[in-house]
C-alpha cells in the first residue's frame, strides 16, 4: 500500500516555553467548529436516547450537586439516595470546580452525558490527566478520577511539570495507578514513570536507562515484573533527502523494557537502527529545529510475546521481535507488508493495542482533510494472507477530527471508550457502536488518555469538614474524602465541648463534597464517613 495523505504536524504538549504552540491552536479552534456541530447534530439524538436528561448548552449534561455550584445551605437538607437523579443545568461558562473543604483543589469541570449506561454501571470511574492550554491558570492541571456521572473522586493537583496517561494496571499482583510525571520539551517528556498504591502515593518510580529519561508516551507494566516504557534521544542523521543538512538534528524513539525491581535495562530499540528518515510523512523542520521524524507513541506486548510499536509520524504499525529488535511486519505507511481495506486505513494514528493475535485496535486521528472525521478502530489482522480489514469502527456524532492525542479500549463486551484526545471528549460506546456515554472538559483543558476503570481506594489522608451558619437556622455542614470510593453516607457529629459529641444528622454522598443541613448550633463539629453497609470507613477532625 502507497500512502498519498498530505502530512500533518504532530504537537503532544506545550513548547519548551511552557506555551501551546500555534498546532494547539488550531486544535482549539477546531473544537471551537466542533461543538457548534455537536449541538446541531448531537443534542437531538441524545435527547431522544437520555429522556428526563436537561441540555446543558453543550455537548453534555449536568447530574445533581455538581462540584464547584453549591447548593444553597439553607435549601440543603437530609435524603435518600435516588436511583433516577434529576438533570440540572449548569452554565456553559463553568470551567473550574471549588470545595470549601479543599480550598487548595481547583480541578476543571467535567459536563457528563447518560444515554444507555446508568451511573451504576461497571467499571465506575473514569480517570484522565488534564492538563491546561494556559500555564499556571485555572483549572488546574493533575491527576483525576471522576464517576460516571462526572463528580469528582480524587484530584491531585500537579505543582510542577505536566502530568500524563493516569491509569490503573497490576502491580505486584494487585490493582495500581501508573502515571508519569514531567516536562514536556519537543512534544516529548522528560521525566519519570510512577505506581501508586491504594492511598495514592508513590511506591515505585520508574527511570530510563542508558542515559535517557522515561518518556511521556507510554508506560505498560507486564506479568514478567518489569516495565515497557518510551524514551527519546537527541543525535544528528543524513537529512539531504529532505533539503537539509547531511548532519541534521533527530529526535530517536526507543522502547526500553525495564526491570522494576533492579532498574535494569533488558531491552532497548532505537527507531533509527530499523526504520530510515525516507519512511516519514513529517515536513521538514524549521530552521533551528531538530526532526522528529518517527514519534514513537505506544508500545504494548503481544500474545507471542514480541512487541506492538506505533510510529506516528510514519503512520505506520511495527511488530518487533522482543529478542532480536527486527521488524517482523509494518502495518500501515510507505512501506506496508499488509494489503490494508480502504475502510480500514489509518493516518496519524494513536493507541495501538494488540487483542490476541488477529487484532488490533487504534485511534486513527485522521487530520484535517476533507469529509473526514477521526474515529476509533478494531482491525482484523490476517497475519497469513496479509490482509487488514475493518472489524468495528466508533465515531463521535459531533464529527471533529483530534489531531493528536487519545486512545481506544476494547472493553469485554465488545464496545470501546475512547478518550478523543486534543478534542478533551471521552465517549463509552456499546458493542454495536451506539455511544452510551459521553463527557467534555472545558475548551483549552484535555488529557493524552482516558479510561474506564474499577478503583478502590484508601486515602492516607483523612475526611475533611467544614461547617457554616445557615441562614434558614443551624448549620450547613461541608464533608468531603479526596480519594475514597467508598463512602455511602456522611453521619454529621455536633457538641459543645470537643469532648461530648452526638449525632445531629446524616445524609447520602452527593458529591466529592457533600452539603448536610443540621439542627445544631455546635459549636463543634466533626463527620464520620460510612460504606454502604454502614461499617465506619474514617472520621474528621473536629473542627
Same mark, same amino acid.
Given at each position: ?126 480517570? !484522565? ?50 502515571? $508519569? ?5 519537543? =512534544? ?36 514478567? +515484573? ?16 529532505? @533539503?537539509?543538512?547531511?548532519? @541534521?538534528?533527530?529526535?530517536v524513539g526507543h522502547v526500553q523494557e525495564v526491570d522494576l525491581n533492579t532498574g535494569r535495562v533488558l531491552f532497548d530499540w532505537r527507531s533509527l537502527d530499523h526504520v530510515g528518515i525516507a519512511e516519514s510523512f513529517q515536513p521538514a523542520p524549521l530552521a533551528g529545529q531538530g526532526y522528529d521524524y518517527f514519534h514513537l ?36 505507511? /510507505? ?31 485522521? +487530520? ?7 474515529? @476509533? ?8 494472507? /496479509? ?27 465488545? @464496545? ?45 489522608? +483523612? ?37 461530648? !459529641? ?6 447520602? $454522598? ?18 464520620? =464517613? ?14
Amino acid at each position: 500500500m502507497t500512502a498519498t495523505r498530505p502530512p500533518l504536524e504532530d504537537e503532544d504538549g506545550p513548547d519548551t516555553a511552557g506555551r501551546f504552540t500555534p498546532e494547539d491552536e488550531v486544535e482549539l479552534e477546531l473544537r471551537r467548529r466542533a461543538r457548534k456541530v455537536s449541538r446541531r447534530q448531537f443534542l437531538p439524538r441524545a435527547a431522544a436516547a437520555a429522556a428526563g436528561l436537561v441540555a446543558a448548552g453543550a455537548v453534555g449534561y449536568e447530574l445533581p450537586h455538581r462540584s464547584g455550584s453549591r447548593r444553597s445551605a439553607a435549601t440543603a437538607k437530609p435524603e435518600t439516595p435516588s436511583s433516577t437523579p434529576t438533570a440540572t443545568a449548569t452554565p456553559a461558562t463553568s470551567r473550574v470546580q471549588a470545595f470549601l473543604t479543599r480550598p487548595d483543589l481547583r480541578p476543571p469541570v467535567v459536563r457528563v452525558t447518560q444515554m444507555g449506561a446508568t451511573p451504576e454501571s461497571t467499571p465506575r470511574f473514569i480517570v !484522565m490527566s488534564p492538563i491546561n492550554a494556559v500555564p499556571n491558570s485555572e483549572p488546574q492541571q493533575g491527576l483525576m478520577m471522576i464517576d460516571r456521572q462526572g463528580r469528582l473522586v480524587w484530584f491531585s493537583p500537579s505543582s510542577s511539570g505536566s502530568p500524563f496517561n493516569l491509569g490503573v494496571q497490576s502491580y505486584a499482583g494487585k490493582p495500581a495507578l501508573t502515571w $508519569w510525571q514531567g516536562a514536556v520539551i519537543n =512534544a516529548h517528556g522528560e521525566g519519570l514513570g510512577e505506581i501508586g498504591d491504594e492511598t495514592f502515593r508513590s511506591i515505585k518510580t520508574i527511570r530510563a536507562g542508558h542515559g535517557l529519561t522515561t518518556d511521556l508516551h507510554d508506560l505498560q507494566l507486564t506479568a514478567r +515484573g518489569t516495565a515497557l516504557i518510551t524514551a527519546y534521544e537527541t543525535t544528528t542523521a543524513d537529512l539531504t533527502s529532505i @533539503g537539509k543538512s547531511s548532519k @541534521g538534528q533527530v529526535f530517536v524513539g526507543h522502547v526500553q523494557e525495564v526491570d522494576l525491581n533492579t532498574g535494569r535495562v533488558l531491552f532497548d530499540w532505537r527507531s533509527l537502527d530499523h526504520v530510515g528518515i525516507a519512511e516519514s510523512f513529517q515536513p521538514a523542520p524549521l530552521a533551528g529545529q531538530g526532526y522528529d521524524y518517527f514519534h514513537l507513541n505506544s508500545v504494548a506486548e503481544m500474545d507471542d510475546g514480541h512487541l506492538l510499536i506505533s510510529g506516528r509520524n510514519t503512520c505506520t504499525l511495527y511488530k518487533v521481535d522482543r529478542s532480536t529488535g527486527q521488524i517482523l511486519w509494518r502495518l500501515g505507511g /510507505k512501506h506496508s507488508d499488509f494489503s490494508v481495506s480502504s475502510e480500514a486505513v489509518f493516518w496519524w494514528q494513536h493507541d495501538a493495542r494488540p487483542h490476541g493475535l488477529s487484532a488490533i485496535s487504534v485511534l486513527d486521528n485522521e +487530520g484535517p482533510h476533507k469529509g473526514k472525521q477521526s474515529r @476509533g478502530l478494531v482491525l482484523s489482522v490476517d497475519s497469513a494472507a /496479509k490482509r487488514v480489514d475493518l472489524t468495528r469502527a466508533f465515531v463521535h456524532p459531533a464529527g471533529f477530527i483530534t489531531a493528536t492525542l487519545g486512545n481506544v479500549d476494547v472493553q469485554s463486551d465488545g @464496545g470501546a471508550f475512547i478518550g478523543w484526545g486534543a478534542q478533551s471528549y471521552f465517549s463509552h460506546y456499546a458493542s454495536d457502536g451506539t455511544m452510551i456515554l459521553d463527557g467534555e472538559l472545558p475548551i483549552g483543558v484535555r488529557s493524552y488518555r482516558a479510561h474506564l476503570v474499577d478503583w478502590v481506594g484508601h486515602p492516607a489522608d +483523612g475526611p475533611r469538614v467544614v461547617a457554616q451558619e445557615n441562614p434558614a437556622g443551624g448549620f450547613a455542614v461541608h464533608a468531603s474524602w479526596n480519594g475514597a470510593t467508598e463512602v455511602a453516607r456522611w453521619t454529621v457529629l455536633a457538641g459543645s465541648e470537643k469532648s461530648a !459529641m452526638s449525632e445531629v444528622g446524616s445524609q447520602a $454522598w452527593t458529591d466529592f463534597e457533600t452539603a448536610i443541613a443540621v439542627n445544631s448550633n455546635g459549636p463543634y463539629f466533626g463527620v464520620v =464517613a460510612l460504606d454502604s453497609n454502614g461499617r465506619e470507613l474514617g472520621r474528621s477532625p473536629i473542627a
